[in-house]
């Protein structure tokens, strides 16, 4: 079992940055795929970024490419999401996610565990 909780979301004006974080208990947490989605308004759930736990190798959906970076820290249990360059469009709550294995990194269903969303805001 796999708890997630994330933090750093809060109200940016358009062009700031901003940092998640997402703590995950559990000894395995170095063994899990870790990936961040995000939900807009009326929207539906969109993938954002992954970062496997076997080399490191990272993802990212085009709309979000040379602004995010996706990091781990194993010894800390915890996955950041480096956000800059931010627009109003980004605006969404934003989940964490984790799964041993996940068939698809993109899509949110193969994922196991979610934490509760953190809020961004981007003012324009």
């Known amino acids: 079992q796999v708890q997630l909780v994330e933090s750093g979301g809060g109200l940016v004006q358009a062009g700031g940055s901003l940092r998640l974080s997402c703590a995950a208990s559990g000894r395995t947490f170095s063994r899990y795929t870790m990936g961040w989605f995000r939900q807009a308004p009326g929207k539906g759930r969109e993938f954002v970024a992954a970062?496997?736990?076997?080399?490191?190798?990272?993802y990212y959906a085009d709309s979000v490419k040379g602004r995010f970076a996706i990091s781990r820290d194993n010894a800390k249990n915890t996955v950041y999401l480096q956000m800059n360059s931010l627009k109003s469009e980004d605006t969404a709550v934003y989940y964490c996610a984790a799964d041993p294995h996940p068939a698809v990194l993109r899509v949110g269903t193969t994922y196991d565990y979610w934490g509760q969303g953190t809020q961004v805001t981007v003012s324009s």
């Open positions: 970062i496997t736990w076997s080399t490191g190798s990272t």
